[in-house]
């Protein structure tokens, strides 16, 4: 079964220091791979995604994600967080299939120190 | 405006009680989701339909039924025999018809449910 985790559930940091949070995928096809963030009290909106073409893609805020096929990866980067980047985000896969769904990690909570 | 609209945003309902959440979509999208959110669980797939009269079950669809009689709507009973209905609920939707688009998935502002 498909499946996605994220290892790090609860991260803290101070302003300006870099982040990176972890995302593993199990299915051996292809994939459309995602990051999802959701504020406190709002809506999951789309961070960035990767469908195809250069592994490395650029989301909103100045996050930024690397797909390694031969890792099974997706980590999310970002080089100086703010205290506004506060939120759970959340690793996504669709794994192209017969029964395409979108699969989430259970997520990772940052919480930024001002 | 496009977009996932659920209702209600809180609903409370006694304990052996069936209880339907809403979820509606103007977005002309063939796929629509469940999901369960809890705290360190991330988001767990219920059900989800990627086309009208069509659904399939997700990872965790027991005591959960929907129907998918329009495109824009996909509800989603919590019945009586949900050990553990208490959660926030989400409905998304998305562009994808199985292995043909790339697509990403649009979110609902979630129901909170409180079975007391």
């Known amino acids: 079964a498909q499946s996605v985790s994220q290892h790090n559930h609860h991260v803290i940091l101070s302003e300006a220091a870099s982040l990176e949070l972890g995302c593993n995928y199990s299915?051996?096809?292809?994939?459309?791979l995602f990051w999802y963030v959701q504020y406190p009290g709002q809506h999951l909106q789309l961070l960035l995604k990767?469908?195809?073409?250069?592994?490395l893609v650029k989301g909103i805020k100045g996050f930024e994600a690397e797909f390694i096929k031969s890792k099974f990866s997706f980590n999310l980067r970002k080089p100086s967080v703010q205290w506004s980047d506060t939120a759970e985000y959340f690793c996504a896969v669709i794994a192209y299939s017969s029964a395409s769904k979108i699969i989430f990690g259970s997520g990772t909570r940052l919480s930024i120190r001002p | 405006d496009g977009g996932i609209t659920q209702s209600p945003k809180y609903l409370f309902r006694k304990e052996g009680q069936n209880v339907t959440l809403s979820c509606e979509q103007n977005?002309?999208?063939?796929?629509m989701y469940w999901y369960r959110q809890d705290p360190g669980q991330g988001l767990r797939l219920i059900y989800y339909?990627?086309?009208?009269?069509?659904?399939q079950k997700g990872d965790i669809a027991e005591g959960y039924s929907v129907s998918r009689e329009k495109k824009e709507s996909f509800p989603l009973t919590v019945t009586s025999a949900q050990k553990n209905p208490t959660a926030f609920y989400l409905c998304?939707?998305?562009?994808?018809?199985?292995?043909?688009?790339?697509?990403?998935?649009?979110f609902g502002q979630g129901t909170r449910l409180t079975v007391v």
């Open positions: 339909s990627q086309i009208v009269n069509d659904f």
């Open positions: 998304a939707s998305s562009n994808g018809k199985g292995a043909t688009v790339n697509t990403e998935a649009f």
């Open positions: 299915y051996g096809g292809t994939v459309n």
């Open positions: 977005l002309n999208h063939d796929a």
């Open positions: 990767y469908f195809s073409g250069d592994p």
